[in-house]
């Protein structure tokens, strides 16, 4: 496994600081137990006064669902640990689980779905809208483009991969309309949104800004959708989270140009602008553009962080569905953080030069990590293709900058 032999490498190694109480987005409290109820039935309830004992040498903590876990375990310094043995089960988890209830997600210009577990977990569920195989065409704007369910699973691998750990876990799974979602859906104007195409297939198509009406419905065969399973963050009322907007944001205008693509010296503003004039924000920044490139992801306007922990904390890569659209065409733009700031964290740098090398390559790795996930394959080969060539144009940017 080119991917057992890469986390054990020293690069995948190196200590995070030292994690104190304040350090950490939840303080536990060491009798809270999660316990069956005794009916027998899967539904879990939380009680100090569990009436069941815990087993010798078992803590409070041995007894929380996964996904309680995964939460648990957040620090100011990665959103989970490199050898995390909660990640296995918490994708299984997501793949598997009973959902319990559907509902459509607020906001956002495409449709997504809650999924909720049995054990109170939750899901954020992006179905699938196009083939593998298929092209964002040439003539599509950025921000008119799909969403892809398979670029969020693929976009999870490789933020692991590239050691940032900065996405939350996400798994494919193929689910059933009719018993998944139709026939326990609470959501009344979800509900009214269903109907049997002329194929005979059940379909549906929700309540959103783009793409939510009978011409974009959402479509089984005859009820079976494949779709992008991601852990939700903790609810925002116990762990809130501040949205930031990217510097490097683009217009979202049919002719209009941001500043940054006018002024080639625009990092020299931004590095005078608070966060980023200290500390390692701008380097998270670069960081992030680093990612999307490789996923051709134009799609990044804001960024997330854990409001707790203020400005010294990594971001969060939510939402990318928009990455993995292209493989024949790169977008040189979304490196502009790197080439007009001319910075990478050195620990970033060494590990892109490791996954340029034959035993490590990056195209093989991300092929391997995706060979689990249950739609395997989750991208098209000219996808894992593209990451290798892409690698090789972000390293020749930053030999551009050592040379100057």
């Known amino acids: 496994?080119?991917?057992?032999?890469?986390?054990?490498?020293?690069?995948?190694?190196?200590?995070?600081?030292?994690?104190?109480?304040?350090?950490?987005?939840?303080?536990?409290?060491?009798?809270?137990?999660?316990?069956?109820?005794?009916?027998?039935?899967?539904?879990?309830?939380?009680?100090?006064?569990?009436?069941?004992?815990?087993?010798?040498?078992?803590?409070?903590?041995?007894?929380?669902?996964?996904?309680?876990?995964?939460?648990?375990?957040?620090?100011?310094?990665?959103?989970?640990?490199?050898?995390?043995?909660?990640?296995?089960?918490?994708?299984?988890?997501?793949?598997?689980?009973?959902?319990?209830?559907?509902?459509?997600?607020?906001?956002?210009?495409?449709?997504?779905?809650?999924?909720?577990?049995?054990?109170?977990?939750?899901?954020?569920?992006?179905?699938?809208?196009?083939?593998?195989?298929?092209?964002?065409?040439?003539?599509?704007?950025?921000?008119?483009?799909?969403?892809?369910?398979?670029?969020?699973?693929?976009?999870?691998h490789l933020d692991r991969i590239l050691d940032f750990r900065r996405i939350p876990p996400v798994s494919g799974r193929l689910v059933n309309i009719t018993k998944e979602i139709r026939d326990i859906t609470t959501d009344k104007k979800l509900a009214k949104t269903f109907f049997i195409s002329p194929a005979g297939n059940v379909c549906f198509y929700g309540e959103c800004s783009y793409y939510c009406s009978t011409e974009h419905a959402l479509c089984g065969k005859p009820d079976c959708l494949e779709g992008s399973m991601a852990v939700l963050l903790p609810d925002k009322t116990l762990a809130k989270r501040r949205s930031w907007r990217s510097p490097w944001r683009r217009s979202y205008h049919k002719s209009k140009k941001a500043e940054w693509e006018l002024n080639p010296n625009y990092c020299i503003q931004v590095r005078k602008t608070p966060p980023y004039n200290r500390g390692h924000r701008l380097l998270d920044l670069i960081d992030m553009a680093i990612l999307d490139f490789l996923m051709g992801n134009m799609d990044r306007h804001h960024y997330e962080t854990f409001e707790k922990f203020g400005n010294d904390t990594f971001l969060l890569h939510l939402d990318n569905g928009r990455g993995f659209g292209t493989h024949s065409r790169d977008e040189p733009s979304i490196l502009a953080p790197l080439q007009q700031c001319c910075s990478i964290k050195k620990s970033t740098y060494l590990r892109l030069q490791l996954l340029a090398t034959e035993p490590y390559r990056l195209s093989d790795l991300l092929r391997e990590a995706l060979a689990t996930d249950p739609l395997a394959p989750v991208l098209a080969e000219p996808h894992l293709q593209a990451l290798d060539r892409r690698l090789g144009m972000v390293l020749a940017v930053v030999g551009q900058c050592l040379a100057r």
Request: charged share 20%; net charge neutral.
């Open 1 to 156: 496994s080119k991917l057992a032999a890469l986390f054990k490498h020293p690069l995948y190694n190196i200590p995070i600081p030292e994690v104190t109480e304040k350090d950490k987005l939840f303080v536990v409290n060491p009798l809270e137990k999660f316990s069956l109820h005794s009916s027998g039935s899967d539904e879990w309830v939380s009680s100090s006064k569990a009436e069941t004992l815990l087993l010798t040498g078992k803590t409070a903590y041995d007894t929380y669902p996964t996904w309680l876990k995964f939460h648990v375990g957040i620090n100011r310094y990665e959103l989970y640990p490199r050898q995390d043995p909660l990640i296995p089960t918490l994708l299984w988890d997501l793949a598997t689980q009973r959902i319990v209830s559907s509902v459509q997600k607020s906001g956002g210009t495409q449709l997504k779905l809650i999924m909720t577990f049995p054990n109170y977990g939750q899901a954020l569920f992006k179905p699938m809208k196009q083939m593998r195989d298929q092209e964002t065409p040439v003539d599509f704007f950025y921000f008119s483009d799909f969403e892809r369910h398979n670029a969020e699973i693929a976009a999870f």
